[in-house]
């Protein structure tokens, strides 16, 4: 059985293919009584929508959000909240000679092997398209948590070889959506935009990686065994189309350190209580969140319709030279940022609700 849903107290059902009529999700479990600021979702939904800008595909969709039930004059009423974003603008002919063919990277021949059809058209299923509703969602899910005081927010780190620098103070979306990139720093934003460009310009694509950082969180939130909060947010995370790896306050820099160089000390700091000194254990002990910032970082790999000639083959195995149309990203990240923050938000909402019940 297909898994079209995620989330034990409040849970996200997707639904729609890149060049169907259109996408969408339920979302189940959303707390009653809750004023939606719609405007918010739409602002989400503008940062994730194509043809923003030049470095993203110029494929033209309003994406806008129409709310189909759980909400009544404004405020949730606590049924299932569904919502659809209308397909308005894919050229399905575009795709006409992949009908046949599995294209490099992308998960066609596994598709076919799986279901025995596909959807050629844009990648179906399977397309970030999907993902619009995902970011509709997920803003939802951030103003709750911002009325308890969490902040979720991700920034475009890394592409080729440009780094943002650490961060002491959470940026602001401001800061973020400066530069196209959203990267906050203009100095690193301006090689990363560079860098996109040279790619785009040799036919070519690039990958990256993304900062998320959730702010505010109380400590005790997770499960310590099959519940852990790193473990949550990875299986929310690692859904999102084309990521390929993820890592945790100090991540894989960990596997070079010596305990007394990762350990994080307890102090005592007046009138705010037990504190850690550092953080380099991003926010949660023993899959526990330990009430310090919960940071990471999510890699993407560059994406995979480039217009360079590749080798391939046919449904009938036959060997094939592709050279694939259409319109495409030269690199997801700018527009993954909102999707990446949806999923977090997602992700600690229903931790969240779940540590309320267990309390209540």
């Known amino acids: 059985m297909a898994r079209n849903s995620i989330g034990k107290q409040l849970v996200l059902t997707s639904f729609g293919e890149s060049h169907g009529k259109g996408i969408g999700a339920v979302l189940d479990g959303f707390p009653a009584r809750f004023a939606i600021d719609f405007g918010r979702v739409q602002q989400q939904l503008n940062r994730r929508r194509p043809g923003q800008s030049h470095l993203t595909t110029q494929r033209l969709e309003s994406d806008e959000c129409q709310f189909l039930s759980g909400i009544f004059d404004g405020q949730s009423t606590g049924a299932p909240i569904a919502l659809l974003i209308e397909n308005q603008d894919q050229r399905s002919r575009d795709y006409d000679a992949l009908a ?152 894989f820099a960990a596997a070079r350190m010596r305990g007394s160089e990762h350990n994080d000390a307890w102090i005592h700091m007046d009138g705010q209580g037990i504190k850690a000194a550092s953080n380099r254990a991003g926010g949660s002990l023993g899959g526990i969140s330990t009430g310090e910032p919960l940071y990471g970082l999510l890699a993407f790999k560059p994406v995979s319709s480039i217009h360079k000639t590749q080798q391939t083959v046919s449904r009938e195995g036959e060997s094939v030279e592709l050279n694939i149309e259409g319109r495409h990203d030269p690199c997801v990240l700018p527009r993954a940022v909102p999707i990446v923050e949806a999923m977090t938000a997602l992700c600690i909402m229903d931790l969240y609700l779940e540590n309320a019940l267990s309390q209540s």
């Open 100 to 251: 046949q063919v599995y294209r490099p990277g992308h998960a066609d021949r596994v598709y076919d092997a799986k279901y025995g059809i596909r959807d050629h058209r844009g990648g179906g299923r399977s397309s970030a398209r999907i993902t619009a509703a995902w970011v509709a969602a997920g803003s939802l899910a951030q103003q709750y948590l911002e009325s308890k005081h969490i902040v979720v927010r991700a920034w475009v780190h890394q592409i080729e070889e440009q780094y943002a620098p650490e961060y002491t103070a959470l940026p602001s979306i401001a800061d973020i959506d400066q530069s196209a990139v959203r990267c906050p720093d203009p100095a690193t934003a301006m090689g990363m935009q560079e860098a996109i460009e040279r790619a785009h310009k040799a036919g070519d694509s690039v990958g990256g990686s993304i900062r998320f950082q959730i702010e505010g969180m109380q400590a005790g939130i997770g499960e310590p065994l099959f519940g852990k909060i790193q473990a949550q947010l990875a299986h929310y995370l690692l859904n999102i189309p084309a990521t390929t790896g993820i890592e945790f306050g100090a991540g």
